[in-house]
């Protein structure tokens, strides 16, 4: 089963915008992570954020997350028509192992 | 190359039969996990190994579904009379646990299966 919930499920911006992707997961984590996927590519990881931190930067991405809502955000700025992708993120469970559970995906368009 | 490798990375087949997968992940990770994917869906979790011993396996792992990892290196993953619904991208990925805690995974680039 999918933890996350990505939201929209799409969504479509010029060259230059930012993008906002937000998820929203049910059980505590350990952390939270984002991963970008091309088409017909795999999987690549971006950013990770701990349960004890409320924001990450990584050059045109920002992070941010609210444990007390369960939910995070990931802002590109000055999109590029290379950062076609969907957006996935993946959340580390707290306790055990530490499984790691993916969202079902922000498929994200970028216009030149 | 020192990413994770699955071959191979197309596979058409015929229901009934059955197919196996490879993955070498990264040499110095120690965890290993197999994912599907099917269209339009995030990864979903199938199993889990730390070095050799497999920790988790996933519900939707039925019993068609074998997974090892002998020496704690490469990784195959069976399955055994294949369905049209096992159609998917099998994809694996490695990582490496720092502090205690689960890190980034690095992916290989998946093996699409098909059943015919």
């Known amino acids: 089963s999918q933890q996350g919930e990505e939201d929209p499920q799409a969504l479509s911006i010029q060259e230059g915008e930012n993008a906002t992707m937000n998820c929203s997961y049910k059980?505590?984590?350990?952390?939270l992570q984002w991963y970008r996927q091309n088409s017909g590519r795999g999987l690549v990881h971006l950013i990770l954020?701990?349960?004890?931190?409320r924001e990450k930067h990584s050059g045109r991405l920002r992070v941010t997350l609210d444990t007390s809502k369960k939910s995070s955000s990931l802002l590109i700025t000055a999109s590029r028509a290379a950062d076609t992708a969907s957006y996935f993120c993946a959340t580390a469970a707290a306790g055990g192992y530490q499984k790691v559970t993916f969202g079902t995906g922000t498929k994200l368009q970028v216009i030149p | 190359d020192t990413g994770v490798s699955q071959n191979p990375r197309h596979k058409i087949t015929k229901r009934g039969q059955n197919v196996t997968f490879r993955c070498d992940p990264i040499?110095?990770?120690?965890?290993l996990y197999w994912y599907r994917q099917t269209l339009g869906q995030g990864p979903e979790f199938l199993t889990y190994f730390q070095n050799e011993a497999q920790l988790e396996k996933s519900r939707l792992l039925s019993d068609r579904f074998s997974a090892e990892r002998p020496k704690g290196s490469f990784s195959t993953l069976e399955i055994q009379r294949t369905e049209q619904g096992d159609s998917a991208m099998y994809l694996c990925a490695s990582s490496f646990p720092r502090g205690g805690q689960e890190n980034e995974q690095f992916f290989g680039p998946g093996t699409r299966l098909t059943v015919l």
């Open positions: 040499s110095e990770h120690n965890r």
């Open positions: 954020i701990r349960s004890n931190e």
């Open positions: 059980t505590s984590i350990n952390n």
